[in-house]
């Protein structure tokens, strides 16, 4: 195996895996900062790379039309928090459940309000050449987008108000509600946050991944077996997890075919539960 | 007679709707009795997951996962057979069922003897039916003259065929829809009784408050995998009577939005009813059969979606769930008892009497003793290296301030904190890595700081499961419990709901669970807690007595209830020993004071 | 809840009303109008009505007015065969228009045999299907390959890559790619089957380009389509390896595709909305008028439109829409002047003999027509399936045995 193959399988497969961090972050943030698992989540990526493209498609550069994305989701995000999930406090199961139809909602809607077909917004026509090998740019940049969201969301849960309340809510509930944080506030921002975050990478990804009304589907499958793997230290977890599980997979990929990485990513994740019955950071000290 | 009714609800009207479906199914419309069918069917898969989520307390995600293994072996044999002998249901279920149920207890094992999280099983199952969608995409094998030919199917399934040899012809759809009513209503009534046996008594325990359940000495692993081998097994089942009426199986019966929908029947009809599936299942199939039909400009999916939220929001209980709540209103209300009830008063000669003659079943008391046992989480340690013997007699009391390691310590010696380092024995059996259930099963006896009680039984089945747990019995268990409630002066709350009861009444009544195990070694956090002082000196009383039988050892707070003990006290503080000798000598102890109050050089 | 009781007892009253007849011939439609493949099920069902609408007006059938029992499949299998079998139980239906993918098809098929009922596909396909009641009128793999396959080793060079989905229509395709690359002294250098869920092609664009291919036959289906030809000619491959397809342009995906990615993508069909022909002027005309000009008109509503005028042709030929004699009426050589081109429903195979197009893409998301291949046959399913002297067969005829 020459070493250009050998460094372009490595390359493309961090950017894979980093591809599955950015679909996942949102989802990890709202499951470890609520205890929530928002089965909805693939189609808050799908309402993003809508919202995306409709900006582009009334006048608005690219880059200007990802704000719009992540503020739309947001907003689409708090309203669904008021309805829905507030409703259902504690109740897992039952939250994954109203979600997925909340999921079904939103892929029908999608539908009737975008019909099938969409125009692409096209990958920039930007490559490089490692020895005999050509690489797109784009989905290597996204390996720097998947640090930068990384950064953004441990700055955020760090370094502001709303994140010390957010992880006082989940970690000393009785403690932060003594000292008046409102935890329902709270929830309403980190589910806003989430989606946002799903909003922002369906936006990012559009240029990879076309605006379909189910394009969120297959990322949302893994996006979950990720978050659960991860299990409680939902930001460093799942950042460790996409990287060997979507990693994994994309190498398992290149050396043999596409459906022995997808086994690769179900056999290697009921292995871990399996370890790891209560995923792999049950365990660790550190709590983000 | 409409408590009566109500009671036998899920016999009488099943067989009242099985039997009006049997006697008008020559009268259906054809058309009507084959798409009936279908749902008949998916009813039968519904069932299969109210077993093991609505049951056994497991959302699993797999159920379609062997409803589709089962179809599929099932049409392979039937395929291979029901030409050439007929009899095509006779081919396809037993092989199909008992296919569906292997593979259940295969993941079952994975999951639960694993112990994985809830959240972690779930996704678990989910796993197992994707991997089988993309697998089974590129599957192509012939087997016979049944060839599975990955994404587009098996083909030239039989259909439902009773008769005998090669003339026998598949049943016309209304005979077809008879059928595979009655083999529901079999399916439904068998699963019914199985429910309401010791097993799923056992089952619906484990659902309401796991670790309790262990305390008792089950083994719970072996009923989940048990409980959730049938699930597959009816799922199977279901499988193979889907592959009849279908005549066609396709790795889309693997799919997400396969996987997603059985909960929806579930729910819309009403979990843990067993015959909620069904109505969930029928009501899910007129509605799309309608929708998809044109009438709503084929908004299935939107409509689908909104109804699941609402369901779970407004209707949590189902159809049937929603009908119960309604129907007990007008019944008179059992746990109206619960408000009469008097004080407990410990009768120590009865007590003697019910610990002596358990002493002669379980054996003689055992000494518990620990050896350098330590436990950590992350930084901070609850249990340092503690070694200390127990030895009946007396009672031991445990205590120290808050968050002295009282109530670690005693997990470890239970085994719902498994220790890092050192021995735990049990007489001379060491059981430091020994299951939960099975240092139950060695004679110990556990009561958690909050009261552990099945709320949603009566206080009688909560003490006669505890009862069983040990006799394996009916009768003695019967006896047994009979028994403890009489001491416990509750025969006038056995039909009450244990979660009617008052905190103190729910200790009592964990308290009385743990000596229907006989236990001869007792455990017992914060036994006092939220007990009037009238039922603090009958405890006491208890406590006193039950040391002179077996060895106990009780973490408290409430240093006047030590006092009365009149035992050995040990201090802990930061996870070690730190003093010990009778209540008065530690109470003239600085150091003691010190900790307690915080200040100087020990804290 | 009320809402839901009622439809119940709905459905019921309609199965009691249901009964009544009127002097009408019915035919069934099931196809996916909503999920995921409702891409096509939306349009193969407004050419129905289209088609319908346009027999109705010639007359009819036989003097009689053709009415459409329409179903939406929801992109569900299990829904095919409860819609096939309440249309044959409920509805007296004369002839049946449906289906996308082939499990689709094969899941109706066998009732449609039992109860002797013509039953039309019309999607293009990996081939092979042989049943009498069946009749397919879209194009096979094998079909549109043979021509495309020798346009390409000549166009491009003999380095051949397949990358094809996971499934039989990429397998089969794939087995057929091998096969014209032999018959054309060609090389197939590599080739990767994927699974249905990729969305990230990195692997798949090293290895082609570890094979160093002329040409690549891209046969994934839908959106994974577009994603793999925006990482194609994003990683800069577009102008040094000829990419082909033979389903590039039978959904959406030349309107998904930017230009950039999608301008000279060559593909091969049974037809393409540029097609220059009278009779498909006078098709785009009637389809605009109906249903406006939003979305291209994709080769599987061709192919219901061809498969309802040649029903009808056979029905009006046979005098009556009895069964046997319809089906002999079709096994009879009809002819047709359909919007590709004049097509021949082959008698022994149940196939149809047709222009195969050439096209490649061009900048403003459509297509040129660069080559059209008249009357290709449908060869593989000629050779292996003959229903005039074996009427018994009902099989699915795969290449590799």
Same mark, same amino acid.
């Given at each position: 195996?020459?070493?250009?193959?050998?460094?372009?399988?490595?390359?493309?497969?961090?950017?894979?895996?980093?591809?599955?961090?950015?679909?996942?972050?949102?989802?990890?943030?709202?499951?470890?900062?609520?205890?929530?698992?928002?089965?909805?989540?693939?189609?808050?990526?799908?309402?993003?790379?809508?919202?995306?493209?409709?900006?582009?498609?009334?006048?608005?550069?690219?880059?200007?039309?990802?704000?719009?994305?992540?503020?739309?989701?947001?907003?689409?995000?708090?309203?669904?928090?008021?309805?829905?999930?507030?409703?259902?406090?504690?109740?897992?199961?039952?939250?994954?459940?109203?979600?997925?139809?909340?999921?079904?909602?939103?892929?029908?809607?999608?539908?009737?309000?975008?019909?099938?077909?969409?125009?692409?917004?096209?990958?920039?026509?930007?490559?490089?050449?490692?020895?005999?090998?050509?690489?797109?740019?784009?989905?290597?940049?996204?390996?720097?987008?998947?640090?930068?969201?990384?950064?953004?969301?441990?700055?955020?849960?760090?370094?502001?108000?709303?994140?010390?309340?957010?992880?006082?809510?989940?970690?000393?509930?009785?403690?932060?509600?003594?000292?008046?944080?409102?935890?329902?506030?709270?929830?309403?921002?980190?589910?806003?946050?989430?989606?946002?975050?799903?909003?922002?990478?369906?936006?990012?990804?559009?240029?990879?991944?076309?605006?379909?009304?189910?394009?969120?589907?297959?990322?949302?499958?893994?996006?979950?077996?990720?978050?659960?793997?991860?299990?409680?230290?939902?930001?460093?977890?799942?950042?460790?997890?996409?990287?060997?599980?979507?990693?994994?997979?994309?190498?398992?990929?290149?050396?043999?075919?596409?459906?022995?990485?997808?086994?690769?990513?179900?056999?290697?994740?009921?292995?871990?539960?399996?370890?790891?019955?209560?995923?792999?950071?049950?365990?660790?000290?550190?709590?983000? | 007679?409409?408590?009566?009714?109500?009671?036998?609800?899920?016999?009488?009207?099943?067989?009242?709707?099985?039997?009006?479906?049997?006697?008008?199914?020559?009268?259906?419309?054809?058309?009507?009795?084959?798409?009936?069918?279908?749902?008949?069917?998916?009813?039968?898969?519904?069932?299969?997951?109210?077993?093991?989520?609505?049951?056994?307390?497991?959302?699993?995600?797999?159920?379609?996962?062997?409803?589709?293994?089962?179809?599929?072996?099932?049409?392979?044999?039937?395929?291979?057979?029901?030409?050439?002998?007929?009899?095509?249901?006779?081919?396809?279920?037993?092989?199909?069922?008992?296919?569906?149920?292997?593979?259940?207890?295969?993941?079952?094992?994975?999951?639960?003897?694993?112990?994985?999280?809830?959240?972690?099983?779930?996704?678990?199952?989910?796993?197992?039916?994707?991997?089988?969608?993309?697998?089974?995409?590129?599957?192509?094998?012939?087997?016979?003259?049944?060839?599975?030919?990955?994404?587009?199917?098996?083909?030239?399934?039989?259909?439902?065929?009773?008769?005998?040899?090669?003339?026998?012809?598949?049943?016309?759809?209304?005979?077809?829809?008879?059928?595979?009513?009655?083999?529901?209503?079999?399916?439904?009534?068998?699963?019914?009784?199985?429910?309401?046996?010791?097993?799923?008594?056992?089952?619906?325990?484990?659902?309401?408050?796991?670790?309790?359940?262990?305390?008792?000495?089950?083994?719970?692993?072996?009923?989940?995998?048990?409980?959730?081998?049938?699930?597959?097994?009816?799922?199977?089942?279901?499988?193979?009577?889907?592959?009849?009426?279908?005549?066609?199986?396709?790795?889309?019966?693997?799919?997400?939005?396969?996987?997603?929908?059985?909960?929806?029947?579930?729910?819309?009809?009403?979990?843990?009813?067993?015959?909620?599936?069904?109505?969930?299942?029928?009501?899910?199939?007129?509605?799309?059969?309608?929708?998809?039909?044109?009438?709503?400009?084929?908004?299935?999916?939107?409509?689908?979606?909104?109804?699941?939220?609402?369901?779970?929001?407004?209707?949590?209980?189902?159809?049937?769930?929603?009908?119960?709540?309604?129907?007990?209103?007008?019944?008179?209300?059992?746990?109206?008892?619960?408000?009469?009830?008097?004080?407990?008063?410990?009768?120590?000669?009865?007590?003697?009497?019910?610990?002596?003659?358990?002493?002669?079943?379980?054996?003689?008391?055992?000494?518990?003793?620990?050896?350098?046992?330590?436990?950590?989480?992350?930084?901070?340690?609850?249990?340092?290296?503690?070694?200390?013997?127990?030895?009946?007699?007396?009672?031991?009391?445990?205590?120290?301030?808050?968050?002295?390691?009282?109530?670690?310590?005693?997990?470890?010696?239970?085994?719902?904190?498994?220790?890092?380092?050192?021995?735990?024995?049990?007489?001379?059996?060491?059981?430091?890595?020994?299951?939960?259930?099975?240092?139950?099963?060695?004679?110990?006896?556990?009561?958690?700081?909050?009261?552990?009680?099945?709320?949603?039984?009566?206080?009688?089945?909560?003490?006669?499961?505890?009862?069983?747990?040990?006799?394996?019995?009916?009768?003695?268990?019967?006896?047994?419990?009979?028994?403890?409630?009489?001491?416990?002066?509750?025969?006038?709350?056995?039909?009450?709901?244990?979660?009617?009861?008052?905190?103190?009444?729910?200790?009592?009544?964990?308290?009385?669970?743990?000596?229907?195990?006989?236990?001869?070694?007792?455990?017992?956090?914060?036994?006092?807690?939220?007990?009037?002082?009238?039922?603090?000196?009958?405890?006491?009383?208890?406590?006193?007595?039950?040391?002179?039988?077996?060895?106990?050892?009780?973490?408290?707070?409430?240093?006047?209830?030590?006092?009365?003990?009149?035992?050995?006290?040990?201090?802990?503080?930061?996870?070690?020993?730190?003093?010990?000798?009778?209540?008065?000598?530690?109470?003239?102890?600085?150091?003691?004071?010190?900790?307690?109050?915080?200040?100087?050089?020990?804290? | 809840?009320?809402?839901?009781?009622?439809?119940?007892?709905?459905?019921?009253?309609?199965?009691?009303?249901?009964?009544?007849?009127?002097?009408?011939?019915?035919?069934?439609?099931?196809?996916?109008?909503?999920?995921?493949?409702?891409?096509?099920?939306?349009?193969?069902?407004?050419?129905?009505?289209?088609?319908?609408?346009?027999?109705?007006?010639?007359?009819?059938?036989?003097?009689?007015?053709?009415?459409?029992?329409?179903?939406?499949?929801?992109?569900?299998?299990?829904?095919?065969?409860?819609?096939?079998?309440?249309?044959?139980?409920?509805?007296?239906?004369?002839?049946?228009?449906?289906?996308?993918?082939?499990?689709?098809?094969?899941?109706?098929?066998?009732?449609?045999?039992?109860?002797?009922?013509?039953?039309?596909?019309?999607?293009?396909?990996?081939?092979?299907?042989?049943?009498?009641?069946?009749?397919?009128?879209?194009?096979?793999?094998?079909?549109?390959?043979?021509?495309?396959?020798?346009?390409?080793?000549?166009?491009?060079?003999?380095?051949?890559?397949?990358?094809?989905?996971?499934?039989?229509?990429?397998?089969?395709?794939?087995?057929?790619?091998?096969?014209?690359?032999?018959?054309?002294?060609?090389?197939?250098?590599?080739?990767?089957?994927?699974?249905?869920?990729?969305?990230?092609?990195?692997?798949?664009?090293?290895?082609?380009? %570890?094979?160093?291919?002329?040409?690549?036959? !891209?046969?994934? $289906?839908? #959106? &994974?389509?577009?994603?793999? +030809?925006?990482?194609? @000619?994003?990683?800069?491959?577009?102008?040094?390896?000829?990419?082909?397809?033979?389903?590039?342009?039978?959904?959406?995906?030349?309107?998904?595709?930017?230009?950039?990615?999608?301008?000279?993508?060559?593909?091969?069909?049974?037809?393409?909305?540029?097609?220059?022909?009278?009779?498909?002027?006078?098709?785009?005309?009637?389809?605009?008028?109906?249903?406006?000009?939003?979305?291209?008109?994709?080769?599987?509503?061709?192919?219901?439109?061809?498969?309802?005028?040649?029903?009808?042709?056979? %029905?009006?030929?046979?005098?009556?829409?009895? !069964?046997?004699? $319809?089906? #002999? &009426?079709?096994?009879?050589? +009809?002819?047709?002047? @359909?919007?590709?081109?004049?097509?021949?429903?082959?008698?022994?195979?149940?196939?149809?003999?047709?222009?195969?197009?050439?096209?490649?893409?061009?900048?403003?998301?459509?297509?040129?027509?660069?080559?059209?291949?008249?009357?290709?046959?449908?060869?593989?399913?000629?050779?292996?399936?003959?229903?005039?002297?074996?009427?018994?067969?009902?099989?699915?005829?795969?290449?590799?045995?």
């Amino acid at each position: 195996m020459e070493l250009d193959f050998l460094a372009t399988v490595l390359l493309s497969s961090l950017s894979s895996a980093s591809i599955l961090l950015i679909a996942t972050l949102g989802l990890a943030v709202v499951y470890g900062l609520m205890g929530v698992i928002n089965l909805a989540h693939g189609e808050f990526l799908m309402v993003g790379a809508y919202s995306a493209l409709t900006a582009t498609q009334i006048g608005l550069p690219y880059p200007l039309a990802i704000p719009f994305a992540v503020a739309m989701t947001m907003l689409i995000g708090a309203t669904v928090e008021l309805l829905i999930i507030r409703k259902l406090y504690g109740r897992i199961f039952d939250t994954m459940l109203a979600t997925w139809g909340l999921g079904m909602v939103f892929n029908q809607a999608a539908v009737l309000i975008f019909g099938t077909v969409s125009p692409g917004i096209g990958m920039p026509q930007w490559n490089f050449q490692i020895g005999d090998y050509s690489l797109a740019f784009y989905p290597i940049a996204m390996i720097f987008v998947a640090a930068v969201m990384l950064a953004f969301v441990y700055f955020l849960m760090t370094h502001t108000v709303y994140g010390m309340k957010a992880r006082a809510s989940i970690q000393e509930p009785q403690m932060a509600q003594a000292i008046g944080i409102d935890s329902s506030r709270v929830n309403t921002m980190t589910f806003a946050i989430g989606c946002g975050l799903a909003g922002f990478a369906g936006a990012i990804l559009l240029p990879i991944i076309p605006a379909t009304p189910s394009m969120g589907l297959f990322f949302a499958v893994k996006g979950f077996l990720t978050v659960v793997v991860a299990g409680p230290v939902a930001l460093t977890g799942s950042a460790i997890t996409a990287l060997g599980l979507g990693g994994g997979a994309s190498v398992t990929a290149s050396f043999m075919t596409s459906v022995v990485g997808d086994v690769f990513f179900f056999l290697m994740t009921a292995l871990l539960l399996w370890l790891y019955p209560l995923g792999i950071s049950a365990n660790w000290r550190r709590k983000l | 007679m409409f408590e009566k009714l109500h009671s036998n609800a899920g016999l009488i009207f099943p067989l009242i709707v099985a039997g009006a479906a049997l006697a008008f199914s020559g009268a259906l419309d054809p058309y009507l009795a084959f798409v009936a069918t279908s749902w008949v069917i998916f009813g039968l898969l519904g069932l299969s997951l109210d077993v093991i989520w609505g049951r056994g307390g497991f959302l699993s995600l797999a159920q379609t996962a062997f409803y589709g293994l089962g179809g599929y072996l099932g049409a392979v044999i039937a395929i291979n057979f029901a030409p050439s002998l007929g009899l095509s249901l006779l081919w396809a279920l037993p092989s199909a069922a008992v296919f569906g149920a292997l593979i259940a207890a295969a993941l079952g094992y994975l999951i639960f003897f694993s112990r994985m999280g809830e959240l972690q099983s779930t996704i678990l199952s989910y796993t197992f039916t994707l991997l089988l969608w993309s697998v089974t995409q590129t599957f192509k094998i012939d087997i016979g003259a049944a060839v599975i030919g990955g994404d587009n199917g098996l083909s030239n399934i039989p259909g439902i065929i009773l008769g005998v040899g090669e003339e026998a012809k598949k049943l016309k759809p209304n005979a077809a829809f008879a059928c595979v009513v009655f083999i529901s209503a079999v399916v439904y009534f068998f699963t019914r009784w199985l429910m309401r046996s010791n097993f799923g008594k056992i089952v619906d325990c484990i659902r309401i408050d796991i670790e309790k359940t262990e305390l008792l000495g089950y083994d719970i692993r072996k009923f989940q995998v048990l409980n959730f081998a049938y699930s597959g097994a009816v799922a199977g089942l279901a499988g193979a009577l889907f592959a009849l009426w279908a005549n066609y199986l396709n790795p889309s019966i693997f799919s997400v939005q396969e996987a997603l929908l059985v909960p929806i029947y579930v729910l819309v009809g009403g979990l843990g009813t067993l015959a909620g599936p069904f109505l969930g299942a029928l009501i899910i199939g007129a509605l799309s059969f309608w929708l998809g039909g044109g009438a709503a400009g084929g908004q299935t999916t939107l409509i689908l979606g909104a109804v699941l939220i609402l369901l779970v929001m407004f209707l949590h209980n189902g159809f049937l769930g929603a009908l119960d709540n309604l129907w007990k209103r007008y019944l008179p209300d059992p746990n109206d008892a619960a408000r009469d009830a008097g004080a407990v008063k410990i009768d120590t000669e009865v007590l003697d009497q019910i610990l002596s003659e358990a002493a002669e079943q379980a054996g003689p008391a055992k000494n518990l003793s620990t050896d350098e046992a330590f436990k950590s989480f992350g930084g901070v340690i609850p249990v340092n290296k503690v070694s200390r013997e127990f030895k009946p007699g007396k009672p031991y009391s445990l205590i120290g301030p808050n968050g002295a390691g009282k109530s670690s310590f005693l997990k470890t010696c239970v085994g719902i904190y498994r220790p890092e380092g050192g021995t735990i024995l049990l007489d001379n059996d060491d059981i430091t890595r020994a299951q939960i259930f099975d240092r139950v099963h060695k004679g110990m006896g556990v009561k958690n700081q909050k009261p552990q009680v099945f709320g949603e039984n009566t206080v009688f089945e909560n003490l006669w499961i505890a009862a069983f747990a040990r006799t394996k019995d009916r009768a003695a268990a019967d006896e047994t419990a009979t028994r403890i409630l009489n001491m416990l002066g509750m025969e006038a709350q056995k039909a009450v709901q244990a979660s009617a009861l008052s905190h103190g009444q729910q200790q009592w009544l964990d308290i009385g669970m743990v000596l229907c195990l006989a236990p001869r070694v007792v455990l017992l956090d914060e036994p006092a807690a939220g007990m009037t002082n009238e039922e603090t000196r009958e405890l006491s009383l208890l406590v006193r007595t039950l040391a002179k039988h077996t060895t106990v050892v009780v973490v408290e707070h409430d240093m006047e209830f030590v006092r009365t003990l009149e035992g050995h006290v040990t201090v802990l503080h930061q996870g070690n020993l730190f003093a010990e000798g009778d209540i008065d000598t530690l109470r003239a102890n600085d150091a003691v004071l010190d900790i307690y109050l915080g200040r100087g050089e020990h804290v | 809840m009320k809402n839901l009781l009622g439809t119940v007892s709905l459905v019921s009253a309609m199965t009691l009303t249901s009964t009544a007849a009127l002097a009408e011939v019915k035919v069934g439609a099931i196809f996916d109008l909503t999920g995921g493949l409702n891409i096509y099920g939306i349009q193969q069902d407004n050419a129905l009505d289209l088609a319908i609408a346009s027999v109705n007006a010639a007359g009819g059938v036989n003097g009689e007015e053709v009415v459409v029992v329409g179903y939406d499949a929801q992109s569900e299998l299990s829904k095919y065969t409860q819609f096939a079998q309440t249309a044959v139980l409920r509805d007296g239906i004369a002839a049946m228009f449906a289906g996308l993918t082939s499990s689709s098809r094969e899941a109706i098929r066998p009732i449609f045999r039992e109860a002797n009922i013509p039953y039309f596909y019309s999607s293009l396909y990996e081939g092979g299907a042989c049943d009498k009641q069946t009749f397919v009128t879209g194009s096979s793999a094998s079909q549109q390959l043979s021509v495309l396959m020798e346009w390409a080793v000549e166009n491009y060079g003999p380095r051949i890559y397949i990358m094809a989905p996971d499934y039989n229509f990429g397998t089969i395709s794939g087995h057929w790619v091998h096969e014209y690359a032999k018959q054309l002294g060609a090389e197939v250098v590599g080739e990767d089957y994927l699974a249905l869920s990729v969305t990230d092609y990195a692997p798949t664009i090293q290895k082609i380009q %570890a094979s160093n291919p002329d040409l690549v036959v !891209a046969l994934p $289906v839908g #959106a &994974a389509q577009t994603g793999f +030809l925006e990482q194609f @000619a994003a990683a800069g491959l577009k102008d040094s390896i000829g990419v082909v397809s033979t389903n590039y342009g039978s959904g959406n995906q030349q309107v998904v595709v930017s230009p950039q990615a999608g301008e000279g993508l060559v593909s091969a069909m049974g037809y393409f909305p540029s097609v220059e022909s009278d009779a498909n002027a006078e098709f785009l005309a009637a389809w605009e008028e109906a249903y406006g000009t939003d979305t291209p008109v994709v080769a599987g509503a061709v192919d219901v439109w061809n498969a309802v005028h040649l029903w009808a042709a056979a %029905a009006n030929k046979a005098g009556t829409t009895d !069964a046997d004699e $319809v089906i #002999a &009426a079709l096994e009879s050589g +009809l002819t047709f002047e @359909a919007p590709n081109g004049t097509v021949t429903l082959e008698p022994g195979s149940h196939h149809l003999r047709q222009d195969i197009y050439i096209a490649r893409g061009d900048a403003n998301n459509g297509f040129e027509i660069i080559a059209t291949f008249e009357d290709s046959e449908p060869t593989y399913e000629n050779e292996v399936c003959n229903l005039i002297d074996n009427p018994d067969a009902a099989e699915h005829f795969t290449p590799e045995g």
